[in-house]
């Protein structure tokens, strides 16, 4: 990568780096050690309490730390990078900053940097060169007028999307962005307490506590049968898009609430998890089949249901109106189950061919 050779360092059972094989790592590449790329809090959905430790093995060998700022919600107005010790950070402003994200959405922020790295910028942060160079010292004029230049043409970034943040941050002010991180890791506690008496939550703090996201754990289904994509299938049926599966963990889902859910929501999120444990026991218990089942055939779509030919162990009611909300605002999905992996490994192109284009001109 860039000229680079990438060296993954252990991580614990609970989740947190390894210290012991990130001092060996370092030490056996004191020499040619250039930084390290760290997640704050963790992808793991906990927060790194040696985070400081971590950043001075980095810097005691001469290295860098860049810090995976995709998190911030769980930091905003409660603590600062820089504080830790990185070198580097980028501001995600999906999630954190109010800007859609998903389905191929822009994943876009700045990238702050310490002082000592200000002059190895690659374009001064201003459409007016003249004014932001006046700004800095003499030396720093000087490295900057040898840096590579701007990489983008846009020296702010799109003003589609930054003006959303931009409104959000003044909405909000200080106390309020505080606020609303607060409120991010206490949702995220929240459904964790409730989903672990039914699936497992893997990781979790000193004080049984996570971040701003708890991975549940699914794995233990796989002996009947059961997979993790099975249970995301099935809550479509429910009315939700399922979370992140299989990453970082795979036979996980990857929970991440952010701030902006009502508690009613969340309870109906933990309600439909609740629910399809239950038709997951029932499998294990030998009542439903193992292959013909609610989680193997969902989801259930309107012409699934509206079929005067229904030969499936288990009534329609049950397929497509599995708890009281569905009857309220019922969300039908418009295929059934596809292959994702054959999807993703056999793309296609939906565009005309080239002799439409022909034939027009």
Known sequence: M????VVPVATLKDGDVDLADLRAKADGHARELAALMVTYPSTHGVFETTIREICDIVHSHGGQVYMDGAN?????????????????CHLNLHKTFCIPHGGGGPGVGPIGVAKHLAPFLPALASLNVEAASSRLTKNQRQDASATVGPVAAAPYGSASILTISW???????????????????????????RLDPHFPVLFKGKHGLVAHECIVDLRQWKRIGIEVEDVAKRLMDYGFHAPTISFPVAGTMMIEPTESESKDELDRFCDAMTSIHAEIEAIASGKH?????LLKNAPHTAQQIASEKWDRPYTREQAAFPAPWTREHKFWPAVARIDNVYGDRNLFCSCPPLEEFNEEL
């Open 167 to 193: 409104m959000y941050i003044r909405m909000m002010g200080a106390d309020g962005l505080k606020r609303a991180s607060e409120v991010a890791i206490l949702n995220a506690n929240y459904i964790a307490k």
């Open 72 to 88: 911030m919600n769980a930091q905003v107005g409660l603590s600062r990078p820089g504080d830790y010790g990185a070198d580097v």
């Open 289 to 293: 089949d193992r292959q013909n089942n």
């Open 2 to 5: 860039a000229g680079f050779k």
